[in-house]
């Protein structure tokens, strides 16, 4: 009983000294946002995404790099929040798919590659299609995440991470979203979409990045 009564002071605490009642999440999509509580549970903090915490604007993503591109998204969110009795420390992410072959294509226009309201069924499609003829070794890829937080007092941090794989001729799995049912990893003889979610969470561009940011919110409260 005492364990648990210093383990909720010490929750009480730690939420004070940062000042922040919630982390916000720049992101509308259901999947990310299932990946996202997962990984970041262990921080005692209520977890939204921008829809949940009410907050509808209009953010231009004209950055050149992931990492540009996601703390435009986290401050502007972080500036809108500024009007209101809301202290969190708001989160965003930019993530994207790099075919060398393909001069590295999507990249930062992952999410708008042939238009944001084109089904991943189709974009996968065509990036399968655009890789007709090309052997194993020539279809290296990886996924980007680089995430951005922006405190309430306005400091500023970011993580980015990794995962290599090549591009597959099909799509497999059910469990993944977006390019992952492409997304062929060797070391693990399977696609993306095909790992279990602890497992892809463990090992994804995201859930590394989630992990790293993670250590740097624990650091700073």
Same mark, same amino acid.
């Given at each position: ?94 993530? /994207? ?7 590295? #294509?999507? &990249?930062? =226009? %992952? $999410?708008?590659?042939?238009? +944001? ?60 979203? /977006? ?7 060797? #070391?693990? &003889?399977? =696609? %993306? $979409?095909?790992?279990?979610? +602890? ?23």
């Amino acid at each position: 009983m005492i364990l648990g009564t210093n383990k909720l002071y010490k929750s009480i605490i730690w939420r004070d000294k940062m000042k922040v009642d919630r982390i916000i999440f720049a992101t509308g999509n259901a999947d990310k946002m299932k990946e996202i509580r997962m990984i970041l549970a262990d921080l005692g903090l209520e977890i939204q995404s921008m829809k949940e915490a009410g907050v509808d604007i209009d953010i231009v993503e004209n950055g050149k790099t992931f990492e540009e591109n996601a703390f435009i998204k986290a401050a502007a969110i972080a500036e809108e929040l500024k009007n209101r009795d809301v202290h969190a420390v708001v989160l965003a992410d930019d993530s /994207g798919l790099e075919i060398d072959y393909l001069n590295k #294509e999507p &990249g930062i =226009y %992952s $999410a708008r590659y042939l238009g +944001e309201n084109t089904s991943y069924t189709v974009k996968n499609a065509n990036l399968i299609e655009r890789l007709a003829g090309v052997p194993d070794e020539k279809r290296t890829a990886r996924f980007v995440c680089a995430i951005a937080a922006v405190f309430p007092d306005d400091r500023t941090f970011h993580t980015k991470a990794t995962i290599e794989g090549r591009i597959g001729y099909e799509e497999k799995g059910e469990n993944g979203f /977006g390019y992952d049912p492409i997304f062929y990893l060797p #070391e693990y &003889g399977m =696609y %993306s $979409a095909e790992l279990a979610p +602890e497992e892809k969470n463990r090992i994804s561009h995201r859930g590394k990045a989630l992990e790293e940011m993670k250590k740097v919110l624990k650091a700073q409260m």
